[in-house]
Nanobody, 120 residues
Framework: QVQLVESGGGLVQAGGSLRLSCAAS????MGWFRQAPGKEREFVAA????????SYANSVKGRFTISRDNAKNTVYLQMNSLKPEDTAVYYC?????????????????WGQGTQVTVSS
C-alpha cells in the first residue's frame, strides 16, 4: 500500500513563502494538486520519476518549484510570492509510471492534504 504524508502547510501573508513536503513509501512520478472551497481539485505541478522533467500550471509558473529527493522518497513544493488565490488544501499524488502526469484521473494514490492559507 502506497502511503503519502504531506506537511508544511500553514498561514502566510501575501508575498510570503511556504515549502510543502510529501513523504512517500516508495519512488513514483509525483504531482501536487489543490482544491479551494467550492472549486474542483486542480493541477499545480508534477515531476517525473527521475526528477528530470517538471510541469506547472500557468497560474503558478515562475512562483512555485517542484523538486524531489529520491534518497528520501520525498517531493517538495516551494511556493514563493504567494497570493490569496493560492489558498486551498494542497494534495500530493503518486503515479506508478515514470513520466509526467498532469491529469488528476491518472494518479493512483493521494495524500490526506495540507491546508495553505494566504492572507491579504
Amino acid at each position: 500500500q502506497v502511503q503519502l504524508v504531506e506537511s508544511g502547510g500553514g498561514l502566510v501573508q501575501a508575498g510570503g513563502s511556504l515549502r510543502l513536503s510529501c513523504a512517500a513509501s516508495g519512488r513514483y512520478a509525483m504531482g501536487w494538486f489543490r482544491q479551494a472551497p467550492g472549486k474542483e481539485r486542480e493541477f499545480v505541478a508534477a515531476i517525473s520519476w527521475s526528477g528530470g522533467s517538471t510541469s506547472y500550471a500557468n497560474s503558478v509558473k515562475g512562483r512555485f518549484t517542484i523538486s524531489r529527493d529520491n534518497a528520501k522518497n520525498t517531493v517538495y513544493l516551494q511556493m514563493n510570492s504567494l497570493k490569496p488565490e493560492d489558498t486551498a488544501v494542497y494534495y500530493c499524488a503518486a503515479n506508478v509510471g515514470y513520466g509526467l502526469k498532469t491529469t488528476l484521473s491518472l494518479y493512483d494514490y493521494w495524500g490526506q492534504g495540507t491546508q495553505v492559507t494566504v492572507s491579504s
